[in-house]
């Protein structure tokens, strides 16, 4: 079965720091750009960041742009996700997905697989 599995979520203060993980399963994904996602509470979900298939390229959503790192290890089968200077804002699940591109990522909000169950970040004020 091929899957991607979010995890590394958890609550944190404002200001605080998460690395968030993204392993897939039952496939390589080392040749398919990588990004990652939120859905918060009432509202849809909205693109986050995303890396090219040998990380050459990367894509932020501006509200987190000089805020959050995507990386990759192929190696490993795994997608990361460090978010630092942490926002109330940024509370929400977090899932991840692969498809053809980041900008085909970006630019339909969507990836190659069904979502996940995702990762919650919860950020306190």
């Known amino acids: 079965q091929v899957q991607l599995v979010e995890s590394g979520g958890g609550l944190v203060q404002a200001g605080g720091s998460l690395r968030l993980s993204c392993a897939a399963s039952g496939r390589t994904f080392s040749t398919d750009a990588m990004g990652w996602f939120r859905q918060a509470p009432g509202k849809e979900r909205e693109f986050v960041a995303a890396i090219s298939w040998n990380g050459g390229t990367t894509d932020y959503a501006d509200s987190v742009k000089g805020r959050f790192t995507i990386s990759r290890d192929n190696a490993k089968s795994t997608a990361y996700l460090q978010m630092n200077s942490l926002k109330p804002e940024d509370t929400a699940v977090y899932y991840c997905?692969?498809?053809?591109?980041?900008?085909?990522?970006?630019?339909?909000?969507?990836?190659?697989?069904?979502w996940g169950q995702g990762t919650q970040v919860t950020v306190s004020s």
């Open positions: 997905n692969a498809g053809p591109s980041t900008l085909t990522l970006e630019r339909l909000g969507n990836g190659f697989l069904s």
